[in-house]
Protein backbone atom coordinates (compact mmCIF):
# COMPACT_ATOMS: atom_id res chain seq x y z
CA UNK A 1 0.00 0.00 0.00
CA UNK A 2 1.23 3.72 -0.82
CA UNK A 3 2.02 5.49 2.01
CA UNK A 4 -0.13 8.99 2.06
CA UNK A 5 1.85 12.04 1.80
CA UNK A 6 0.39 14.31 5.01
CA UNK A 7 0.87 18.18 5.26
CA UNK A 8 -0.77 20.55 6.74
CA UNK A 9 -3.08 23.53 5.21
CA UNK A 10 -4.59 23.75 2.34
CA UNK A 11 -2.92 21.33 -0.80
CA UNK A 12 -2.52 22.12 -3.63
CA UNK A 13 -5.19 19.93 -6.05
CA UNK A 14 -4.02 17.60 -8.51
CA UNK A 15 -6.90 15.95 -11.01
CA UNK A 16 -6.05 12.64 -10.08
CA UNK A 17 -5.77 13.07 -6.70
CA UNK A 18 -7.92 12.73 -3.17
CA UNK A 19 -7.64 13.58 -0.12
CA UNK A 20 -8.08 13.25 3.33
CA UNK A 21 -8.67 16.09 6.00
CA UNK A 22 -8.74 16.58 9.44
CA UNK A 23 -11.05 19.93 10.24
CA UNK A 24 -10.94 21.20 13.81
CA UNK A 25 -14.22 22.69 14.19
CA UNK A 26 -14.77 26.24 16.54
CA UNK A 27 -15.78 23.98 19.57
CA UNK A 28 -12.32 22.47 19.50
CA UNK A 29 -13.91 19.29 18.10
CA UNK A 30 -12.64 17.21 15.05
CA UNK A 31 -13.93 16.33 11.83
CA UNK A 32 -12.09 13.75 9.39
CA UNK A 33 -13.48 13.64 5.24
CA UNK A 34 -12.24 13.07 1.67
CA UNK A 35 -13.19 15.16 -1.36
CA UNK A 36 -11.00 15.50 -4.46
CA UNK A 37 -11.24 19.78 -4.21
CA UNK A 38 -9.95 20.55 -0.82
CA UNK A 39 -10.69 24.46 -1.12
CA UNK A 40 -14.55 23.68 -2.70
CA UNK A 41 -15.19 21.25 0.52
CA UNK A 42 -13.66 23.84 3.06
CA UNK A 43 -16.01 26.59 1.69
CA UNK A 44 -19.13 23.97 1.87
CA UNK A 45 -18.23 23.05 5.50
CA UNK A 46 -18.33 26.57 6.64
CA UNK A 47 -20.93 27.58 4.65
CA UNK A 48 -23.26 25.91 6.85
CA UNK A 49 -27.13 26.09 5.04
CA UNK A 50 -27.20 22.16 4.26
CA UNK A 51 -23.96 22.44 1.92
CA UNK A 52 -21.08 20.83 4.31
CA UNK A 53 -21.12 17.98 6.53
CA UNK A 54 -24.09 17.76 9.19
CA UNK A 55 -21.96 17.50 12.11
CA UNK A 56 -20.12 20.79 10.86
CA UNK A 57 -22.93 22.71 10.50
CA UNK A 58 -23.34 24.10 14.17
CA UNK A 59 -19.96 24.42 14.29
CA UNK A 60 -18.56 26.97 12.26
CA UNK A 61 -15.88 28.43 11.42
CA UNK A 62 -14.03 25.21 10.43
CA UNK A 63 -10.23 25.60 9.64
CA UNK A 64 -8.57 22.88 8.10
CA UNK A 65 -5.03 21.71 10.04
CA UNK A 66 -4.43 18.45 8.40
CA UNK A 67 -4.80 16.87 4.53
CA UNK A 68 -3.58 13.71 3.09
CA UNK A 69 -2.52 13.30 -0.89
CA UNK A 70 -4.50 9.73 -1.60
CA UNK A 71 -3.66 7.84 -5.34
CA UNK A 72 -7.15 6.81 -5.66
CA UNK A 73 -10.50 6.95 -3.99
CA UNK A 74 -10.26 3.58 -2.37
CA UNK A 75 -7.38 4.50 -0.56
CA UNK A 76 -8.70 7.89 0.81
CA UNK A 77 -11.66 6.10 1.84
CA UNK A 78 -9.87 3.37 3.89
CA UNK A 79 -7.59 6.09 5.28
CA UNK A 80 -10.62 8.34 6.33
CA UNK A 81 -11.72 5.22 8.22
CA UNK A 82 -8.24 4.51 9.65
CA UNK A 83 -8.34 8.64 11.21
CA UNK A 84 -11.92 8.17 12.22
CA UNK A 85 -11.24 5.21 14.33
CA UNK A 86 -8.52 6.73 16.09
CA UNK A 87 -8.76 8.56 19.60
CA UNK A 88 -8.70 12.64 19.86
CA UNK A 89 -5.15 12.22 21.46
CA UNK A 90 -3.76 10.31 17.79
CA UNK A 91 -5.05 12.63 15.81
CA UNK A 92 -3.43 15.53 17.27
CA UNK A 93 -0.31 13.61 17.24
CA UNK A 94 -1.11 13.06 13.72
CA UNK A 95 -1.92 16.77 12.93
CA UNK A 96 1.58 17.62 14.90
CA UNK A 97 3.60 14.74 13.13
CA UNK A 98 2.85 16.53 9.89
CA UNK A 99 3.29 20.09 11.07
CA UNK A 100 6.70 19.24 12.03
CA UNK A 101 7.66 17.13 9.32
CA UNK A 102 7.31 20.44 7.07
Known sequence: MQRPSSRCGPAKLNSD????????????????????????????????????????RGRTPVTLVHTEVL???????????????MSRAKKLALIRAAENAK
Request: charged residues 25%; contains cysteine; positive net charge.
Open 17 to 56: SVYVYILECRDGTLYTGWTNDIEKRLKAHNAGAGIGAKYT
Open 71 to 85: PERGAALSREAQIKR
